[in-house]
């Protein structure tokens, strides 16, 4: 029986391929490499000394990813192929919800037609909006400010109607807070397209010299330093978190869903702090105006994950920001030369 992972060369998707791979797990990857490199499959055979059956397939193409379905004997999905750009899926909704929504369509019906039971979906904090009070809980109110979020938040309300139609449907939601570090290795790590949008591999391009500063987005934040705060977790424990997720499946528990994150707030600065010590260099940054859309604190309530996965984030901000400078300062041109010249020129 194998795990089928689509968006499995990803960020998080390529982390957790290492957890179950060790697990001793059969491992399918799906991916189309819209925002991945196909260097990252040799990289993970390098790590785990493990293989794995891979396709090149763009779950929203049904046709295709049918065959992935009938060459395997898949028992669970962990469904990571999406688009995550919040500012990109405001410029391109439709792109947005046709990849998101119309590719989780496919993979569902799929899922019927071949009798598959357990799905594990990524989705993110940002579907409790603007939260009105931290820690964050997983019964807290549900709101949408774009389409990238309103594809996740979609998604789930899908996955709540299925299971209440058919009760022999597992299925875990997990909400990821803000995913940094990257595999101690430092052979696979977080690559973004382009200039990034997120704080971390922003801090670790301009560490590496190519990009200039930091734009630092708000300094009048009702928080203790005036700069947003955010729960960083290492993508290894949020890695972990989906290994943890489907042996809760296979104790058919129906539908679940829970906040991976540490339940720790970090400032902006507090995480400049920390890289700058981590990488002995000084991060040069400025304080520019609020980036629109930007919350204020963000920080996860873990205790359902602690008690019913049984699963706590292990690695605190010290290891997150000496792994991610391991994985950057080991490859400062990413995955890919071609990535390089596009954004020095814009750094210069
Ligand atoms: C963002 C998305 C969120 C998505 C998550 C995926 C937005 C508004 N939210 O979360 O929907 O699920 O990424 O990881 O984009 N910051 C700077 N300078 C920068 C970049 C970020 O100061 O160049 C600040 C932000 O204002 C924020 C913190 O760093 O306070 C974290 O930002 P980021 O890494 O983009 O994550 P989120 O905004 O929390």
Not at 31 to 39: A, K, M
Not at 156 to 168: G, P, Q, T, V
Request: proline share 4%.
């Amino acid at each position: 029986m194998s795990v089928l992972v689509t968006g499995g060369a990803g960020y998080i998707g390529s982390h957790t391929v290492i957890e179950l791979l060790e697990e001793g797990k059969e491992v399918v990857i799906v991916d189309n490499f819209s925002n991945s490199n196909p260097i990252v499959l040799d990289r993970i055979r390098e790590i785990t000394n493990e293989d794995f059956k891979f396709y090149k397939v763009d779950t929203t193409n049904s046709d295709e990813l049918e065959v992935v379905f009938k060459e395997n004997n898949i028992d669970s999905i962990i469904h990571f192929a999406a688009y995550k750009a919040v500012g990109e899926s405001v410029a391109k909704p439709l792109e947005y919800y046709t990849n998101n929504i119309g590719n989780t369509l496919n993979i569902l019906n799929l899922m019927r037609k071949y009798n598959v039971k357990n799905f594990v979906f990524s989705s993110s904090a940002t579907v409790y909006g603007d939260p009105h009070s931290c820690p964050i809980f997983e019964n807290f109110p549900l709101s949408a400010t774009n389409p990238y979020g309103a594809t996740k938040l979609m998604i789930e309300d899908m996955l709540r109607d299925i299971c209440k139609d058919n009760d022999s449907l597992n299925i875990a939601i997990l909400r990821y807070f803000n995913p940094i570090g990257a595999h101690i290795s430092g052979l696979i790590g977080e690559e973004p397209n382009g200039i990034p949008n997120n704080l971390m591999p922003y801090i670790t391009k301009v560490a590496v010299g190519k990009l200039k500063e930091l734009s630092v987005f708000g300094g009048d934040y009702n928080t203790h330093d005036g700069t947003g705060v955010r729960d960083y977790i290492h993508v290894v424990d949020l890695a972990r978190g989906h290994i943890k997720a489907l042996e809760k499946l296979n104790t058919n528990c129906g539908l679940v869903t829970y906040n991976l994150g540490t339940g720790n707030g970090y400032s902006v600065l507090d995480l400049i702090k920390a890289f700058s010590e981590a990488c002995g260099k000084e991060i040069p940054y400025k304080i520019v105006d609020r980036r629109p859309g930007d919350i204020a604190m963000c920080y996860a309530s873990t205790s359902n994950a602690n008690k019913e996965l049984g699963w706590k984030a292990e690695f605190g901000i010290k290891e997150m920001c000496e792994d991610s400078w391991r994985w950057q300062s080991n490859n400062p041109d990413g995955y890919t030369t071609a990535y390089i010249d596009e954004v020095t020129s814009v750094a210069e």
